[in-house]
Protein backbone atom coordinates (compact mmCIF):
# COMPACT_ATOMS: atom_id res chain seq x y z
CA UNK A 1 0.00 0.00 0.00
CA UNK A 2 2.53 2.25 0.73
CA UNK A 3 5.48 0.92 -1.81
CA UNK A 4 5.61 4.70 -3.60
CA UNK A 5 7.02 6.09 0.27
CA UNK A 6 11.26 5.46 0.30
CA UNK A 7 11.44 6.74 4.04
CA UNK A 8 9.47 6.70 7.49
CA UNK A 9 9.41 10.17 8.92
CA UNK A 10 8.75 11.79 12.05
CA UNK A 11 5.40 14.10 11.61
CA UNK A 12 5.57 17.08 13.58
CA UNK A 13 2.27 18.90 14.64
CA UNK A 14 2.54 22.51 14.22
CA UNK A 15 0.43 24.77 15.71
CA UNK A 16 -1.38 27.06 12.67
CA UNK A 17 -2.10 30.21 12.67
CA UNK A 18 -5.60 31.41 14.25
CA UNK A 19 -6.63 32.54 10.71
CA UNK A 20 -6.38 29.12 9.01
CA UNK A 21 -6.93 26.76 11.87
CA UNK A 22 -11.07 26.99 11.69
CA UNK A 23 -10.64 26.27 8.45
CA UNK A 24 -8.38 23.42 8.58
CA UNK A 25 -10.02 21.88 10.84
CA UNK A 26 -13.34 22.20 9.25
CA UNK A 27 -11.70 20.50 5.94
CA UNK A 28 -10.31 17.86 8.66
CA UNK A 29 -13.52 16.71 9.13
CA UNK A 30 -13.81 15.45 5.39
CA UNK A 31 -10.60 13.59 5.96
CA UNK A 32 -10.79 9.30 6.43
CA UNK A 33 -8.53 6.87 7.03
CA UNK A 34 -8.78 4.06 3.99
CA UNK A 35 -8.60 0.39 5.40
CA UNK A 36 -8.02 -2.73 3.50
CA UNK A 37 -8.41 -6.16 5.40
CA UNK A 38 -7.56 -9.43 3.16
CA UNK A 39 -9.08 -12.22 4.33
CA UNK A 40 -8.38 -15.93 3.56
CA UNK A 41 -10.66 -18.68 4.80
CA UNK A 42 -12.33 -16.18 7.06
CA UNK A 43 -9.06 -15.37 8.59
CA UNK A 44 -7.62 -11.79 8.57
CA UNK A 45 -4.34 -12.42 6.60
CA UNK A 46 -3.35 -8.75 6.01
CA UNK A 47 -3.96 -5.64 6.91
CA UNK A 48 -3.04 -1.96 5.37
CA UNK A 49 -4.33 1.69 5.76
CA UNK A 50 -3.93 5.09 3.88
CA UNK A 51 -6.08 8.25 3.86
CA UNK A 52 -8.27 9.70 1.88
CA UNK A 53 -10.78 13.30 1.43
CA UNK A 54 -14.45 13.19 0.91
CA UNK A 55 -14.89 15.01 -2.84
CA UNK A 56 -18.94 14.60 -2.28
CA UNK A 57 -20.69 13.49 0.33
CA UNK A 58 -20.33 9.69 -0.25
CA UNK A 59 -17.09 9.63 -2.49
CA UNK A 60 -13.65 9.87 -1.31
CA UNK A 61 -10.60 10.39 -3.61
CA UNK A 62 -7.44 8.66 -2.55
CA UNK A 63 -3.93 7.03 -4.03
CA UNK A 64 -4.44 4.00 -6.50
CA UNK A 65 -1.62 2.13 -3.98
CA UNK A 66 -3.75 2.66 -0.82
CA UNK A 67 -6.30 0.09 -2.73
CA UNK A 68 -4.88 -1.45 -5.39
CA UNK A 69 -4.60 -4.77 -3.10
CA UNK A 70 -8.57 -4.74 -3.10
CA UNK A 71 -8.80 -3.88 -7.06
CA UNK A 72 -6.56 -6.67 -7.47
CA UNK A 73 -8.28 -9.18 -5.43
CA UNK A 74 -11.54 -8.06 -5.11
CA UNK A 75 -12.99 -11.29 -3.30
CA UNK A 76 -10.12 -11.71 -0.49
CA UNK A 77 -9.86 -7.84 0.32
CA UNK A 78 -12.25 -5.31 1.93
CA UNK A 79 -11.73 -2.10 1.91
CA UNK A 80 -13.05 0.26 5.07
CA UNK A 81 -13.52 3.96 5.62
CA UNK A 82 -12.75 5.35 8.98
CA UNK A 83 -13.96 9.00 9.39
CA UNK A 84 -12.29 11.53 11.80
CA UNK A 85 -15.74 12.03 13.76
CA UNK A 86 -18.96 9.99 15.02
CA UNK A 87 -18.41 6.56 16.41
CA UNK A 88 -18.14 4.22 13.71
CA UNK A 89 -16.51 2.78 10.26
CA UNK A 90 -18.45 2.18 7.07
CA UNK A 91 -18.02 -0.69 4.25
CA UNK A 92 -16.44 0.73 1.05
CA UNK A 93 -16.39 -0.10 -2.72
CA UNK A 94 -13.89 0.57 -5.07
CA UNK A 95 -15.81 3.25 -7.74
CA UNK A 96 -12.14 3.67 -10.22
CA UNK A 97 -8.55 3.34 -10.33
CA UNK A 98 -5.92 4.57 -12.21
CA UNK A 99 -2.55 3.57 -11.45
CA UNK A 100 -0.85 5.85 -14.35
CA UNK A 101 -2.02 8.66 -11.64
CA UNK A 102 -1.83 7.03 -8.52
CA UNK A 103 -5.51 8.00 -7.71
CA UNK A 104 -9.02 6.06 -6.91
CA UNK A 105 -12.49 6.74 -6.32
CA UNK A 106 -14.29 4.74 -3.65
CA UNK A 107 -17.91 4.85 -2.12
CA UNK A 108 -19.40 4.67 1.03
CA UNK A 109 -22.94 3.87 2.31
CA UNK A 110 -24.55 4.46 5.48
CA UNK A 111 -23.10 8.37 6.30
CA UNK A 112 -22.89 11.61 4.53
CA UNK A 113 -19.43 13.27 4.81
CA UNK A 114 -19.05 17.22 4.51
CA UNK A 115 -17.25 17.37 0.88
CA UNK A 116 -14.34 19.55 0.67
CA UNK A 117 -13.29 21.81 -2.35
CA UNK A 118 -11.17 21.78 -4.85
CA UNK A 119 -8.32 24.77 -5.41
CA UNK A 120 -8.38 25.38 -9.07
CA UNK A 121 -6.66 28.72 -9.18
CA UNK A 122 -2.57 29.29 -10.01
CA UNK A 123 -0.34 28.70 -6.82
CA UNK A 124 2.96 30.44 -6.33
CA UNK A 125 6.08 29.08 -5.12
CA UNK A 126 6.15 29.36 -1.45
CA UNK A 127 2.82 29.05 -0.16
CA UNK A 128 2.15 27.95 2.86
CA UNK A 129 0.50 24.10 2.58
CA UNK A 130 -0.65 22.02 5.33
CA UNK A 131 -0.93 17.93 5.02
CA UNK A 132 -3.91 16.40 6.54
CA UNK A 133 -4.00 12.22 6.96
CA UNK A 134 -2.87 9.51 9.57
CA UNK A 135 0.79 8.97 9.22
CA UNK A 136 1.59 5.41 10.54
CA UNK A 137 4.67 6.71 12.93
CA UNK A 138 1.95 8.17 14.67
CA UNK A 139 -0.53 5.62 14.89
CA UNK A 140 2.56 3.02 16.04
CA UNK A 141 2.84 5.63 18.98
CA UNK A 142 -0.39 6.32 20.21
CA UNK A 143 -2.07 2.67 18.97
CA UNK A 144 -2.87 0.40 21.57
CA UNK A 145 -4.41 -2.16 19.67
CA UNK A 146 -5.80 -3.31 16.22
CA UNK A 147 -9.39 -1.31 17.47
CA UNK A 148 -7.64 1.78 17.45
CA UNK A 149 -7.00 2.12 13.58
CA UNK A 150 -10.87 1.96 13.10
CA UNK A 151 -12.09 4.21 15.85
CA UNK A 152 -12.62 7.74 14.13
CA UNK A 153 -9.94 10.41 15.45
CA UNK A 154 -9.04 13.66 14.09
CA UNK A 155 -6.29 13.16 11.30
CA UNK A 156 -2.73 14.60 11.97
CA UNK A 157 -1.74 17.95 10.49
CA UNK A 158 1.60 19.21 9.36
CA UNK A 159 2.64 22.38 8.00
CA UNK A 160 5.00 23.63 4.87
CA UNK A 161 5.41 25.15 1.83
CA UNK A 162 4.89 24.75 -1.64
CA UNK A 163 7.99 24.30 -4.16
CA UNK A 164 7.42 23.75 -7.49
CA UNK A 165 5.67 21.71 -10.15
CA UNK A 166 6.93 19.04 -11.37
CA UNK A 167 6.22 16.36 -13.37
CA UNK A 168 7.18 12.65 -12.79
CA UNK A 169 6.20 10.03 -15.31
CA UNK A 170 4.45 11.84 -17.11
CA UNK A 171 2.14 12.71 -14.37
CA UNK A 172 1.99 16.67 -12.67
CA UNK A 173 3.26 17.00 -9.03
CA UNK A 174 3.71 19.33 -6.51
CA UNK A 175 6.82 19.27 -4.79
CA UNK A 176 6.63 20.27 -1.10
CA UNK A 177 7.92 20.47 2.39
CA UNK A 178 5.23 19.78 4.50
CA UNK A 179 6.26 16.31 6.91
CA UNK A 180 4.67 13.18 5.47
CA UNK A 181 4.82 9.26 6.27
CA UNK A 182 3.41 6.35 5.68
CA UNK A 183 -0.08 6.64 5.88
CA UNK A 184 -0.34 9.83 4.95
CA UNK A 185 -0.98 8.36 1.26
CA UNK A 186 -3.74 9.27 -0.54
CA UNK A 187 -4.99 12.34 2.29
CA UNK A 188 -4.78 15.84 1.16
CA UNK A 189 -2.64 18.36 0.71
CA UNK A 190 -4.61 21.78 1.28
CA UNK A 191 -4.26 26.15 1.07
CA UNK A 192 -4.49 28.01 4.31
CA UNK A 193 -8.40 27.86 3.57
CA UNK A 194 -8.62 24.39 3.56
CA UNK A 195 -8.93 23.77 -0.10
CA UNK A 196 -7.50 20.77 -1.76
CA UNK A 197 -4.59 21.56 -3.83
CA UNK A 198 -2.99 18.13 -4.27
CA UNK A 199 -3.26 14.73 -3.20
CA UNK A 200 -0.27 13.30 -1.31
CA UNK A 201 1.58 10.38 -2.73
CA UNK A 202 4.94 10.33 -2.13
CA UNK A 203 8.19 11.44 -0.24
CA UNK A 204 11.88 11.63 -1.55
CA UNK A 205 14.51 9.84 0.72
CA UNK A 206 16.45 11.66 3.59
CA UNK A 207 20.15 9.70 3.29
CA UNK A 208 23.47 11.57 4.13
CA UNK A 209 21.57 14.36 5.35
CA UNK A 210 19.65 15.43 2.73
CA UNK A 211 16.90 17.33 3.13
CA UNK A 212 13.39 15.16 2.40
CA UNK A 213 10.53 16.77 -0.15
CA UNK A 214 6.87 15.59 -0.56
CA UNK A 215 5.37 15.08 -3.44
CA UNK A 216 1.45 15.76 -4.08
CA UNK A 217 -0.17 15.04 -7.07
CA UNK A 218 -1.41 18.36 -8.53
CA UNK A 219 -5.51 18.98 -8.87
CA UNK A 220 -4.76 19.41 -12.46
CA UNK A 221 -4.27 15.60 -12.67
CA UNK A 222 -7.23 14.77 -10.21
CA UNK A 223 -9.49 17.19 -12.42
CA UNK A 224 -8.61 14.72 -15.57
CA UNK A 225 -8.84 11.85 -13.53
CA UNK A 226 -12.76 12.98 -11.85
CA UNK A 227 -13.60 14.20 -15.23
CA UNK A 228 -13.35 10.17 -16.62
CA UNK A 229 -14.96 8.48 -13.47
CA UNK A 230 -18.38 11.32 -14.01
CA UNK A 231 -17.68 12.26 -10.64
CA UNK A 232 -19.04 15.78 -9.84
CA UNK A 233 -16.82 17.64 -6.83
CA UNK A 234 -16.80 21.37 -5.44
CA UNK A 235 -14.09 23.84 -6.93
CA UNK A 236 -13.37 27.38 -6.00
CA UNK A 237 -10.72 29.25 -8.22
CA UNK A 238 -10.03 32.60 -6.25
CA UNK A 239 -7.11 33.32 -4.16
CA UNK A 240 -7.23 32.35 -0.12
CA UNK A 241 -7.77 35.52 2.27
CA UNK A 242 -7.80 35.71 6.00
CA UNK A 243 -11.09 36.99 7.47
CA UNK A 244 -9.06 39.77 8.43
CA UNK A 245 -8.17 40.55 5.10
CA UNK A 246 -11.53 39.89 3.55
CA UNK A 247 -13.04 42.42 6.55
CA UNK A 248 -10.85 45.04 5.56
CA UNK A 249 -11.55 44.21 1.49
CA UNK A 250 -15.29 44.64 2.11
CA UNK A 251 -14.31 47.39 4.39
CA UNK A 252 -12.44 48.79 1.11
CA UNK A 253 -14.94 48.26 -1.30
CA UNK A 254 -17.90 49.62 1.30
CA UNK A 255 -15.78 52.89 1.31
CA UNK A 256 -15.53 53.04 -2.51
CA UNK A 257 -19.05 52.73 -3.02
CA UNK A 258 -19.90 54.94 -0.26
CA UNK A 259 -17.65 57.64 -2.19
CA UNK A 260 -19.23 56.63 -5.47
CA UNK A 261 -22.83 57.04 -4.35
CA UNK A 262 -21.54 60.82 -2.45
CA UNK A 263 -20.04 61.86 -5.71
CA UNK A 264 -22.98 60.91 -7.17
CA UNK A 265 -25.30 62.85 -5.09
CA UNK A 266 -22.60 65.25 -5.26
CA UNK A 267 -23.23 65.62 -8.94
CA UNK A 268 -27.30 65.67 -8.68
CA UNK A 269 -26.99 68.24 -6.30
CA UNK A 270 -24.73 70.35 -8.51
CA UNK A 271 -27.18 69.93 -11.76
CA UNK A 272 -29.90 70.92 -9.62
CA UNK A 273 -28.40 73.95 -8.52
CA UNK A 274 -27.09 74.71 -11.97
CA UNK A 275 -31.12 73.62 -13.06
CA UNK A 276 -31.82 76.14 -10.50
CA UNK A 277 -29.59 79.20 -11.33
CA UNK A 278 -30.75 78.66 -14.75
CA UNK A 279 -34.68 78.86 -13.63
CA UNK A 280 -33.75 82.34 -11.68
CA UNK A 281 -32.23 83.45 -13.93
CA UNK A 282 -34.89 83.62 -16.56
CA UNK A 283 -37.44 84.17 -13.61
CA UNK A 284 -35.53 87.04 -13.19
CA UNK A 285 -35.50 88.59 -16.62
CA UNK A 286 -39.14 87.41 -17.47
CA UNK A 287 -40.04 90.13 -13.74
CA UNK A 288 -37.66 92.45 -15.54
CA UNK A 289 -39.58 92.39 -18.73
CA UNK A 290 -42.43 92.27 -16.82
CA UNK A 291 -42.15 95.22 -14.62
CA UNK A 292 -40.76 97.33 -18.04
CA UNK A 293 -43.86 96.33 -19.66
CA UNK A 294 -46.15 97.42 -16.80
CA UNK A 295 -44.32 100.88 -16.55
CA UNK A 296 -44.75 101.81 -20.24
CA UNK A 297 -48.39 100.80 -20.22
CA UNK A 298 -48.60 103.18 -17.17
CA UNK A 299 -46.66 105.70 -18.50
CA UNK A 300 -48.63 105.15 -21.88
CA UNK A 301 -51.77 105.54 -20.26
CA UNK A 302 -50.49 108.41 -18.21
CA UNK A 303 -49.75 110.49 -21.39
CA UNK A 304 -53.22 109.73 -23.19
CA UNK A 305 -55.14 110.81 -19.59
CA UNK A 306 -53.31 113.72 -19.65
CA UNK A 307 -54.40 114.66 -23.26
CA UNK A 308 -57.82 113.53 -22.46
CA UNK A 309 -57.78 115.80 -19.13
CA UNK A 310 -56.52 118.77 -21.59
CA UNK A 311 -59.47 118.41 -24.03
CA UNK A 312 -61.78 118.23 -20.88
CA UNK A 313 -60.22 121.55 -20.53
CA UNK A 314 -60.63 122.78 -24.36
CA UNK A 315 -63.94 121.31 -24.79
CA UNK A 316 -65.15 123.57 -21.26
CA UNK A 317 -63.32 126.85 -22.69
CA UNK A 318 -65.59 126.34 -25.89
CA UNK A 319 -68.46 126.25 -23.27
CA UNK A 320 -69.23 122.55 -24.41
CA UNK A 321 -69.73 121.22 -21.04
CA UNK A 322 -70.83 117.21 -22.32
CA UNK A 323 -67.68 116.51 -24.31
CA UNK A 324 -65.83 118.15 -21.25
CA UNK A 325 -67.35 115.96 -19.28
CA UNK A 326 -66.74 113.03 -21.19
CA UNK A 327 -62.89 113.71 -21.63
CA UNK A 328 -62.45 114.42 -18.25
CA UNK A 329 -63.98 111.75 -17.11
CA UNK A 330 -61.94 109.73 -19.57
CA UNK A 331 -58.79 111.33 -18.49
CA UNK A 332 -59.13 110.83 -14.49
CA UNK A 333 -59.66 106.79 -15.33
CA UNK A 334 -57.02 106.65 -17.26
CA UNK A 335 -54.49 108.65 -15.18
CA UNK A 336 -55.47 106.74 -12.27
CA UNK A 337 -55.50 103.46 -13.84
CA UNK A 338 -51.52 104.29 -14.64
CA UNK A 339 -51.42 105.18 -10.97
CA UNK A 340 -52.33 101.49 -10.50
CA UNK A 341 -50.14 100.04 -12.65
CA UNK A 342 -47.34 101.75 -11.69
CA UNK A 343 -47.89 101.20 -7.94
CA UNK A 344 -48.47 97.68 -8.67
CA UNK A 345 -45.56 97.09 -10.96
CA UNK A 346 -43.78 93.46 -10.12
CA UNK A 347 -40.36 93.35 -8.24
CA UNK A 348 -37.47 93.33 -10.33
CA UNK A 349 -36.15 90.23 -8.37
CA UNK A 350 -38.35 87.14 -8.67
CA UNK A 351 -37.18 84.09 -6.44
CA UNK A 352 -37.42 80.19 -8.03
CA UNK A 353 -39.34 77.90 -5.26
CA UNK A 354 -37.29 74.22 -5.61
CA UNK A 355 -39.82 71.45 -5.41
CA UNK A 356 -39.97 69.58 -2.38
CA UNK A 357 -41.42 66.26 -1.88
CA UNK A 358 -43.50 66.30 1.26
CA UNK A 359 -42.23 64.14 4.45
CA UNK A 360 -42.92 60.62 4.48
CA UNK A 361 -44.69 58.78 7.29
CA UNK A 362 -41.83 56.91 9.11
CA UNK A 363 -42.75 53.81 9.22
CA UNK A 364 -41.23 50.12 10.50
CA UNK A 365 -38.34 49.15 7.72
CA UNK A 366 -40.13 46.78 5.65
CA UNK A 367 -38.22 44.64 3.02
CA UNK A 368 -38.01 45.56 -0.62
CA UNK A 369 -40.44 43.10 -2.52
CA UNK A 370 -39.54 41.74 -5.87
CA UNK A 371 -37.54 39.77 -8.23
CA UNK A 372 -33.62 40.12 -7.34
CA UNK A 373 -30.91 39.00 -9.09
CA UNK A 374 -27.80 38.77 -7.10
CA UNK A 375 -24.49 38.84 -8.57
CA UNK A 376 -21.14 37.83 -6.37
CA UNK A 377 -18.76 40.80 -5.51
CA UNK A 378 -15.40 39.32 -4.97
CA UNK A 379 -13.94 42.00 -3.72
CA UNK A 380 -16.17 41.64 -0.39
CA UNK A 381 -16.28 38.37 -0.09
CA UNK A 382 -14.39 35.70 1.19
CA UNK A 383 -14.86 31.76 -0.92
CA UNK A 384 -13.57 28.77 0.74
CA UNK A 385 -15.71 26.30 -0.51
CA UNK A 386 -18.71 27.63 -2.93
CA UNK A 387 -19.45 28.04 -6.37
CA UNK A 388 -20.66 31.53 -6.94
CA UNK A 389 -23.35 31.38 -9.84
CA UNK A 390 -25.85 34.25 -9.96
CA UNK A 391 -28.36 34.22 -7.47
CA UNK A 392 -32.23 34.75 -8.47
CA UNK A 393 -34.48 35.58 -4.87
CA UNK A 394 -38.10 36.38 -5.05
CA UNK A 395 -38.83 38.17 -2.07
CA UNK A 396 -42.08 39.60 -0.30
CA UNK A 397 -42.38 42.57 1.56
CA UNK A 398 -43.14 40.48 4.92
CA UNK A 399 -39.72 38.68 4.81
CA UNK A 400 -41.11 35.70 2.86
CA UNK A 401 -38.47 34.69 0.61
CA UNK A 402 -38.95 32.21 -2.47
CA UNK A 403 -42.36 31.61 -1.37
CA UNK A 404 -40.88 29.47 1.09
CA UNK A 405 -38.57 30.56 3.43
CA UNK A 406 -39.55 32.82 6.56
CA UNK A 407 -37.14 35.89 6.70
CA UNK A 408 -37.02 37.95 10.38
CA UNK A 409 -35.52 41.62 10.63
CA UNK A 410 -33.10 41.57 12.89
CA UNK A 411 -31.37 44.21 14.88
CA UNK A 412 -29.12 45.62 12.21
CA UNK A 413 -32.54 46.41 10.20
CA UNK A 414 -31.43 43.22 7.43
CA UNK A 415 -33.69 40.34 7.02
CA UNK A 416 -32.23 37.40 7.80
CA UNK A 417 -32.65 33.70 8.29
CA UNK A 418 -29.85 31.02 9.85
CA UNK A 419 -30.51 27.56 8.35
CA UNK A 420 -29.78 24.19 10.00
CA UNK A 421 -29.54 21.49 7.45
CA UNK A 422 -29.78 17.71 9.35
CA UNK A 423 -27.41 15.98 6.87
CA UNK A 424 -24.82 18.49 5.78
CA UNK A 425 -22.38 19.50 8.75
CA UNK A 426 -22.74 23.19 7.63
CA UNK A 427 -25.11 26.08 8.76
CA UNK A 428 -25.63 28.93 7.03
CA UNK A 429 -26.89 32.49 8.03
CA UNK A 430 -28.50 34.69 5.15
CA UNK A 431 -29.63 37.94 5.15
CA UNK A 432 -31.12 40.77 2.70
CA UNK A 433 -30.67 44.44 3.37
CA UNK A 434 -34.07 46.04 3.21
CA UNK A 435 -33.66 48.38 -0.03
CA UNK A 436 -32.56 44.65 -1.54
CA UNK A 437 -29.43 45.99 -2.61
CA UNK A 438 -27.31 43.46 -0.85
CA UNK A 439 -27.83 39.61 -0.38
CA UNK A 440 -24.90 38.04 2.23
CA UNK A 441 -24.54 34.48 2.71
CA UNK A 442 -22.53 33.30 5.27
CA UNK A 443 -21.48 29.73 6.30
CA UNK A 444 -19.99 28.53 9.00
CA UNK A 445 -18.71 24.57 9.19
CA UNK A 446 -18.93 23.02 12.20
CA UNK A 447 -17.40 19.83 14.22
CA UNK A 448 -20.00 17.46 15.24
CA UNK A 449 -20.72 18.44 18.87
CA UNK A 450 -21.28 21.98 17.66
CA UNK A 451 -23.66 21.19 15.16
CA UNK A 452 -25.41 18.57 17.15
CA UNK A 453 -25.98 21.87 19.69
CA UNK A 454 -27.47 24.02 16.56
CA UNK A 455 -30.14 21.23 15.48
CA UNK A 456 -31.17 21.25 19.19
CA UNK A 457 -31.63 24.67 19.22
CA UNK A 458 -33.59 24.48 15.83
CA UNK A 459 -35.79 22.11 16.71
CA UNK A 460 -37.97 24.35 19.44
CA UNK A 461 -39.28 25.97 16.29
CA UNK A 462 -41.75 23.94 14.22
CA UNK A 463 -42.46 26.79 11.16
CA UNK A 464 -42.61 25.48 8.14
CA UNK A 465 -42.76 28.16 5.19
CA UNK A 466 -43.96 31.70 5.47
CA UNK A 467 -46.04 33.34 7.91
CA UNK A 468 -47.76 36.61 9.39
CA UNK A 469 -48.66 35.37 12.32
CA UNK A 470 -46.80 37.65 15.21
CA UNK A 471 -46.37 34.84 18.17
CA UNK A 472 -44.87 32.82 15.04
CA UNK A 473 -42.59 34.90 14.20
CA UNK A 474 -41.09 36.18 17.56
CA UNK A 475 -40.76 32.23 18.41
CA UNK A 476 -38.55 31.85 14.93
CA UNK A 477 -36.60 35.51 16.02
CA UNK A 478 -35.92 33.95 19.60
CA UNK A 479 -34.73 30.72 18.03
CA UNK A 480 -32.46 32.11 15.56
CA UNK A 481 -30.50 34.28 17.78
CA UNK A 482 -30.37 30.96 20.35
CA UNK A 483 -28.89 29.26 17.28
CA UNK A 484 -26.17 32.21 16.62
CA UNK A 485 -25.53 32.01 19.99
CA UNK A 486 -23.84 28.55 19.83
CA UNK A 487 -22.26 29.64 16.49
CA UNK A 488 -18.30 30.38 16.06
CA UNK A 489 -17.63 34.23 16.30
CA UNK A 490 -16.53 34.00 12.80
CA UNK A 491 -17.68 31.98 9.67
CA UNK A 492 -15.45 30.00 7.66
CA UNK A 493 -16.81 31.52 4.33
CA UNK A 494 -18.82 35.05 3.97
CA UNK A 495 -20.20 35.89 0.41
CA UNK A 496 -22.11 39.46 -0.43
CA UNK A 497 -23.83 39.43 -3.63
CA UNK A 498 -24.80 43.06 -5.52
CA UNK A 499 -28.54 42.99 -6.38
CA UNK A 500 -31.12 44.54 -8.55
CA UNK A 501 -34.98 44.21 -9.45
CA UNK A 502 -35.47 41.78 -12.80
CA UNK A 503 -38.23 40.61 -14.24
CA UNK A 504 -40.18 37.26 -12.92
CA UNK A 505 -39.21 35.43 -15.98
CA UNK A 506 -35.52 36.42 -15.86
CA UNK A 507 -34.92 35.62 -12.90
CA UNK A 508 -36.87 32.17 -13.14
CA UNK A 509 -34.59 31.79 -15.96
CA UNK A 510 -31.65 31.06 -13.32
CA UNK A 511 -31.02 28.27 -11.67
CA UNK A 512 -29.70 29.18 -8.22
CA UNK A 513 -26.61 28.17 -6.94
CA UNK A 514 -27.46 28.73 -2.94
CA UNK A 515 -31.10 29.09 -2.48
CA UNK A 516 -31.71 30.93 0.54
Known amino acids: MTRLLALLLAVLTITLPARAADDISATSRSVVRVVTVAM ?13 IAISPTRILTNAHVVESAAKYPDNVALGVVPSEGQKSYAAKLIAIDTDRDLALIEITGTRLPAAAVYTGPLDSGVDVVALGYPGNVDLATARSASDYITPR ?35 LVDQCGRIVGINSAITRADDGDSPFAFAISTRELSRFL ?28 DADARKLAEANAAK ?41 GAALMFHGQKNIRNAKIAGGAGGVLILAAAVLFVTRPDAHAEVKDEAAAPAAVDAPKLAEGNLLCTIRQDRSRITVSETTDVPIKVAANGCVNDKT ?28 PAGREYRVERYLLDAETMAKAREVRAGVTLKGCTADADALEGLRVQQDAVRAVLPASPNERLVYQC ?8 AAIKPAAAP
Open 40 to 52: VDGEVVGFGHGSG
Open 406 to 433: QYTQAADGHWQRILVPNEEATVTVASID
Open 154 to 188: TPTRSEGNLSNTQSVDGVAMLVHTAKISRGNSGGP
Open 227 to 254: ADAGQQYGSVGTPCLSLAEADARDRAAM
Open 500 to 507: QKVAAGAA
Open 269 to 309: DEAARLDHDLKQARAEEGALAARENRIALAGVLFVIGALSA
